[in-house]
C-alpha cells in the first residue's frame, strides 16, 4: 500500500510560481513511476508529468513543458513540481500518482491540492 499526500498549492496572481510536494510512504520501489496530474473544473484529468521513483525516465505533457518541472528527493520520500509562469488556465487540482511499472495504470493517488491563479 502506498500513501501519498500533496501540498504546496494556493491562491497566486498570473506571472507567480508554486512548488507543489507529494510526500509519499509504504513501499514504494526505484522502478515505479510518479506522476503528476491536473483537473479544472468540468475537464478530464490531465496528464503534467512523471518520473522514475529512482530517477531519470522523465516526461512531460507538451501544454507545460518549459513552464512545469518534476524533480525529486528520495531520502524525502517526497516528488516536487515546480510550476512557473502560471496562467488562469492553470487553475486546478493537483494530483500525484504512483504506477508500479514502466506502463500501466496510475494505482495509487493523492486528495489532491489546489492551485487557483488570478488574473
Known amino acids: 500500500q502506498v500513501q501519498l499526500v500533496e501540498s504546496g498549492g494556493g491562491l497566486v496572481q498570473t506571472g507567480s510560481s508554486l512548488r507543489l510536494s507529494c510526500a509519499a510512504s509504504g513501499r514504494i520501489f526505484s522502478w515505479y513511476h510518479m506522476g503528476w496530474f491536473r483537473q479544472a473544473p468540468g475537464n478530464e484529468r490531465e496528464f503534467l508529468a512523471s518520473m522514475r521513483w529512482g530517477g531519470g525516465d522523465i516526461n512531460y505533457a507538451e501544454s507545460v513543458k518549459e513552464r512545469f518541472f518534476i524533480s525529486g528527493d528520495m531520502a524525502k520520500n517526497t516528488v516536487f513540481l515546480q510550476l512557473y509562469s502560471l496562467k488562469p488556465g492553470d487553475t486546478a487540482v493537483f494530483y500525484c500518482?504512483?504506477?508500479?511499472?514502466?506502463?500501466?495504470?496510475?494505482?495509487?493517488w493523492g486528495q489532491g491540492t489546489q492551485v487557483t491563479v488570478s488574473s
Open positions: 500518482a504512483v504506477r508500479p511499472g514502466v506502463a500501466g495504470e496510475y494505482t495509487y
